[in-house]
Each structure stands twice: as structure tokens, then as C-alpha cells.
């Protein structure tokens, strides 16, 4: 898109979008240096802020460090995602927070924090306590995590 928009007011007001997507397919490249450039750009504009949100990266931030094999880098900005407050983010939380849980119980469990992976493992669970019949594979499996995580917590 960069060189063959001449209108430069629809270029710079596009520009975000741009860098989001390349964001994405850098880290389905494993390019991700490059992807955390282009996915933080992406929440600025020429003149400052691209919108009022300042979370909504977070999540991606982290999915970038957790796929990239920073865990520590990754649970920090879930952590930071889940706990920043913002108007409405009941709406994104909806149908991303389990997902997010499950997410940060897998990587506190695989940096040996049993008690936070099981914290995160638990709270997923009292979200999707009653799921769709297409959903329970993945319940059954943090059940499971969070027996083992119980066996090891008693040793």
C-alpha cells in the first residue's frame, strides 16, 4: 500500500492498519523483532495515539513474545492486559479472557510457577464452567494440566 496511494491524508490515516498486518505476517515469518516494531507502530498515527485504547496491544505483544520463546516477556504483558482497567473491556473480554487464562497458565507452567499456572488454570475453569459440547476438549485438557500441577504441588 505505501508507494501506490498518492493521497497522503488516506496513506497516513491507513498507515496503522498497514503496520498491524505487517506485523502479523512477520510473526508467521518468525520474524519476530520485526514484529513487535510493526505491531507497536501500529497503535500510532502521525500525530501521536491511533485511538483511546492502551491495552489493546498488549495481548498481541505477548503473543508475539510467548511464539518468539520469551515466556517471562510474554506473561508480563498478559498480566499487563488482563489487569489494566478500560471503559467497555467487558466486550473484549468476553470471549478472549479464558482463552488469555488458559494462555498464561501454560507459560507460568512452563517457567516452573505452579501456584500462578494453577491460579490462571483455576479462573478459566469458573469461566467456562458449563461449555459448548466443541469447547470441552479444551477444558478437559486444563483440567488435566491442573491435576498434574496439583500432583506436583504436593511434593
Known amino acids: 500500500m505505501g508507494g501506490d496511494v498518492p493521497d497522503s491524508v488516506i496513506r497516513r490515516v491507513a498507515e496503522p492498519g498497514r503496520r498491524a498486518v505487517q506485523g502479523a505476517i512477520e510473526m508467521a515469518e518468525g520474524r519476530y523483532a520485526e514484529a513487535l516494531r510493526d505491531i507497536w507502530a501500529a497503535d500510532t498515527t502521525y500525530d501521536g495515539p491511533n485511538g483511546n485504547c492502551a491495552m489493546c496491544l498488549y495481548d498481541d505483544i505477548a503473543l508475539v513474545h510467548a511464539r518468539a520463546g520469551a515466556p517471562d516477556s510474554a506473561i508480563f504483558w498478559l498480566e499487563k492486559y488482563l489487569s489494566t482497567p478500560y471503559f467497555t473491556k467487558q466486550s473484549f473480554e468476553s470471549g478472549a479472557k479464558p482463552i488469555l487464562l488458559k494462555r498464561l497458565g501454560e507459560l ?48
Open 108 to 155: 507460568y507452567e512452563s517457567t516452573g510457577n505452579v501456584e500462578k499456572a494453577a491460579q490462571n488454570y483455576r479462573e478459566f475453569l469458573k469461566l467456562w464452567d458449563k461449555p459448548d459440547p466443541r469447547l470441552q476438549p479444551k477444558v478437559a485438557e486444563v483440567r488435566a494440566r491442573l491435576s498434574r500441577l496439583a500432583d506436583v504441588e504436593r511434593r
